[in-house]
Nanobody, 124 residues
């Protein structure tokens, strides 16, 4: 199965942009549906965005729609989260997750492969 490593998190001012990357290794990346989750201090991990195996379908939570996009490059074994118009409430550790099905799940229990996370902090 794949192993996942996230990168790109940092401190950014409100209104700014960040692009998170998740690099996969050790498996056949194109077989996996991918997702980004996030977890803020004291809160449960929440689904942010997901993308199917071919990259033809995506889904987002309501409060990032129009601001975030998810994409993947199967040739580079990578998935990305482009985050624009960032808000302080977007501050969290962002995790990349994978599952070996065609369905884009929206709960953490549906994913069995996780990265270590990357910290995104949005200052006001």
């Amino acid at each position: 199965q794949v192993q996942l490593v996230e990168s790109g998190g940092r401190l950014v001012q409100a209104g700014g942009s960040l692009r998170l990357s998740c690099a996969a290794s050790g498996g056949t990346f194109r077989f996996y549906t991918m997702a980004w989750f996030r977890q803020a201090p004291g809160k449960e991990r929440e689904f942010v965005a997901g993308i199917n195996q071919s990259g033809t379908r995506t889904t987002f939570i309501d409060h990032v729609k129009g601001r975030f996009t998810i994409s993947r490059d199967n040739a580079k074994n990578s998935v990305y989260l482009q985050m624009n118009s960032l808000k302080p409430e977007d501050t969290a550790v962002y995790y990349c997750a994978a599952r070996l099905t065609m369905i884009i799940g929206s709960t953490s229990g549906e994913y069995d492969i996780w990265g270590q996370g990357t910290q995104v902090t949005v200052s006001s």
